[in-house]
């Protein structure tokens, strides 16, 4: 009987079953009153009959026509959505077929207005992200530009070599970038594929440090690992490649935001719920006003080096994420920065 939920049933079951009570009563009453009147008892059932009929067609017409009147209004209505108007409130259609029409309009236009607004962000977004990708590119490859223009002309052989170094680094660096770039690509078009395999952390530590090894020495900065007691093997269920790539961009923010002969310590610990890598320094630490933007791509910070491109971290978080982790940092208190990464056994 949900059907009977429809106010317009209702009101139609109801209007017809007054007629038919009228017409019965009629039927009942009327005879001997025609009788007094000198009309035939047929002619006058006829008529009544006739009159009944009428009353019913007429009310079918207004109840036909006030349907059609609400549907013109809802047509109405899902025009002026179609062509961007929002403050429309379709709460006027009561219970019935057209409450049930109105109310899958009214999930139709939440739907587009969210999708909307995301594709508005997103396109102010993208617009933003191309500035800065162009910025960043175009810094060294104006450096490059002049370097060449430089190496063209008569130099001396040290001056030469120089240079070629100083090109060379330029070189990584914009490579460095497209890659950190399209990484990042992959991973918002969910194209990224990550293993879901054991990993030895102090493998993972190991893969990390490798390129930073001569840089640290250079630095003359000291890491100190302490990933448990000997024999324990913390480990964690992810990608090795993709987290040493997270793990290295951490690493190489602490090292370029600590000072020479400074201390970067990697803490492991590991339990039933997560594995826990803890990365600190002795640095000068965040600013407060650049922690809640730390992960943003494209974000330097006030201490940021004039070589920082603001995608490192970014990624970092990303990767993570996608491994059924989180991270977070924050500053110590005897100073420094600490970088706080966990890889949840369930999900979280």
Same mark, same amino acid.
């Given at each position: 009987m949900d059907f009977l939920r429809n106010r317009e049933i209702r009101r139609q079951l109801a209007g017809s079953c007054l007629l038919l009570v009228l017409t019965g009563a009629g039927i009942f009453f009327l005879p001997s009153l025609f009788e007094t009147k000198g009309i035939q008892g047929a002619w006058g059932l006829f008529l009544f009959f006739e009159g009944a009929m009428t009353v019913l067609v007429l009310y079918w017409l207004a109840f036909t026509l006030g349907r059609y009147r609400r549907l013109q209004r809802l047509a109405t209505d899902t025009d002026r959505i179609l062509h961007g108007e929002r403050q429309i409130h379709l709460e006027q259609y009561q219970e019935g077929e057209l409450s049930i029409l109105a109310n899958e309009f009214q999930k139709m236009l939440a739907r587009l207005v969210?999708?909307? =607004?995301?594709?508005?962000? /997103?396109?102010?977004?993208?617009s933003n992200s191309m500035a800065d990708i162009s910025h960043q590119l175009k810094t060294p490859l104006t450096a490059l530009h002049l370097l060449f223009m430089r190496l063209s002309g008569?130099?001396?052989?040290?001056?030469?070599?120089?240079?070629?170094?100083?090109?060379?680094?330029?070189?990584?660096?914009? =490579?460095?970038?497209? #890659? !950190? @770039?399209? +990484?990042?690509?992959?991973?918002? %078009? !969910?194209? %990224?594929?990550? %293993?879901?395999?054991?990993?030895?952390?102090?493998?993972?530590? &190991?893969? %990390?440090?490798? $390129?930073?090894?001569? $840089?640290?020495? @250079?630095? +003359?900065?000291?890491?100190?690992?302490?990933? *448990? &007691?000997?024999? /324990?093997? $913390?480990?964690?269920? *992810?990608?090795?490649?993709?987290? !040493? &790539?997270?793990?290295? #961009?951490?690493?190489?923010?602490?090292? &370029?935001?600590?000072?020479?002969?400074? #201390?970067?310590?990697?803490?492991?610990?590991?339990?039933? @719920?997560?594995?826990?890598?803890?990365?600190?320094? =002795?640095?000068? *630490?965040?600013? $407060? /006003? =650049?922690l809640p933007h730390l992960f943003e791509r494209f974000y330097k910070g006030k201490d940021a080096a004039d070589t920082s491109v603001g995608i490192g971290l970014a990624l970092s978080r990303m990767i993570i994420k996608e491994q059924n982790g989180t991270l977070k940092a924050e500053n110590r208190r005897e100073g420094g920065a600490r970088f706080i990464i966990r890889f949840y056994q369930g999900v979280i």
């Open positions: 969210e999708q909307s =607004d995301v594709l508005q962000r /997103e396109k102010v977004y993208l008569e130099q001396r052989e040290e001056e030469r070599t120089r240079l070629v170094y100083e090109g060379v680094q330029l070189l990584d660096r914009v =490579d460095w970038l497209v #890659n !950190g @770039l399209l +990484k990042i690509a992959k991973i918002d %078009a !969910g194209t %990224a594929v990550f %293993a879901h395999e054991k990993v030895d952390v102090r493998a993972l530590l &190991e893969l %990390a440090l490798h $390129p930073l090894r001569i $840089p640290l020495e @250079l630095r +003359k900065q000291t890491v100190t690992i302490s990933s *448990g &007691e000997e024999g /324990e093997r $913390p480990c964690f269920e *992810g990608d090795l490649a993709w987290s !040493g &790539e997270a793990l290295g #961009n951490i690493l190489k923010n602490c090292m &370029e935001h600590t000072p020479k002969g400074g #201390n970067i310590w990697i803490f492991v610990r590991e339990n039933r @719920l997560y594995t826990e890598i803890l990365v600190e320094d =002795d640095g000068s *630490g965040v600013d $407060p /006003e =650049d």
